[in-house]
């Protein structure tokens, strides 16, 4: 069920510090003050523990800098169009699953770095569907299948991904937690196109699904029998269906392969992760919206099977 994130305000924080701190003072002998009242009323407004847990998603164009400055200039553009197809895709395919989802919201929710950027979602699954999605889009623009004269002056891109899942709160319209920042961290560690994941991603999956291999083979009413959507709407299971997770256990469309490793772990913030190589093959049926009578069947790879290197 969605609770809203946490919003933490400027203006209450300074009402406090009004209050109990000052804001500049000049003594002849510098004292450090007793902060006990001042640092009970900051936890009783931030309350760290009630602070609700996100999924992020980072995407990372592979080796951006290697290309040329003129190539450069284009893939901001190509980004945001294979970004906004991912977009119209996963709201179309997935309607059940991203009925709480418009394209405002998810637009509002990521976080740009410029070849690339952060995804917050609710939970792993919204990040790991966006993410296959993604993977898709980006093999219709390498096989020239969407604007193939662009496609052939910029090149082929190549993206890594990394998916978290911990706490998220926003200052400002701005967004801020340790999903953001463990998630920066394995991007940076990884040296490949890998789809790389946290423990807390992994143990979401073991929870809810005994394990990211069952992807492979659980279907769209056990997904909505899941304790996060028991308060959606099921009738869009029945009347749209989705195109990933059908009504039955199938190995021919959909998720077909699924395969997890954990492979090291890294610091963050003094904290240990363990990090864990998801290598998914997603096969659909995609039909061209300018002429529906073009359908073409396409297989992806999200991640690679490379464990080296973290």
Not at 109 to 116: A, R, V
Not at 192 to 211: A, I, Q, S
Not at 214 to 224: D, G, H, S
Not at 245 to 260: K, L, Y
Request: charge should be negative; proline fraction near 2%.
């Amino acid at each position: 069920m969605y609770q809203p994130i946490k919003q933490l305000s400027h203006d209450e924080i300074q009402n406090i510090l009004a209050d109990h701190d000052q804001r500049i003072i000049f003594e002849k002998t510098n004292n450090i003050p007793d902060d006990r009242d001042l640092r009970e009323l900051l936890n009783a407004y931030v309350d760290y523990n009630e602070i609700n847990l996100r999924s992020v998603l980072g995407i990372d164009i592979y080796q951006y800098s290697s290309y040329g400055e003129f190539e450069q200039t284009l893939i901001p553009f190509m980004f945001k169009t294979l970004f906004s197809a991912t977009i119209k895709m996963c709201l179309e395919n997935h309607r059940f699953i991203f009925q709480e989802y418009d394209e405002a919201r998810i637009e509002r929710n990521f976080i740009s770095t410029g070849d690339g950027g952060f995804l917050i979602f609710s939970t792993p699954l919204h990040a790991l569907l966006f993410a296959s999605n993604f993977a898709i889009v980006l093999r219709i623009y390498n096989a020239y299948h969407s604007f193939p004269k662009l496609r052939s002056i910029i090149g082929g891109i190549s993206i890594r991904y990394a998916i978290t899942f911990d706490k998220i709160y926003s200052f400002e319209s701005n967004f801020y937690g340790r999903a953001i920042i463990n998630c920066a961290r394995i991007l940076q560690s990884d040296s490949l196109n890998r789809c790389l994941m946290d423990e807390n991603v992994h143990r979401w999956f073991t929870l809810n699904m005994e394990g990211l291999e069952n992807l492979q083979v659980i279907t769209i009413e056990e997904i909505a029998n899941l304790s996060y959507f028991q308060d959606f709407d099921s009738t869009l299971v029945e009347s749209h269906g989705d195109k990933i997770f059908g009504p039955d256990a199938s190995r021919r469309e959909g998720i077909i392969n699924s395969d997890i490793l954990k492979i090291g772990k890294i610091m963050s913030k003094e904290t240990e992760l363990n990090i864990y190589n998801l290598h998914l093959q997603v096969s659909l049926r995609l039909t061209n919206d300018d002429d529906p009578t073009q359908t073409k069947l396409v297989t992806v790879s999200l991640g690679n099977l490379n464990t080296a290197g973290i």
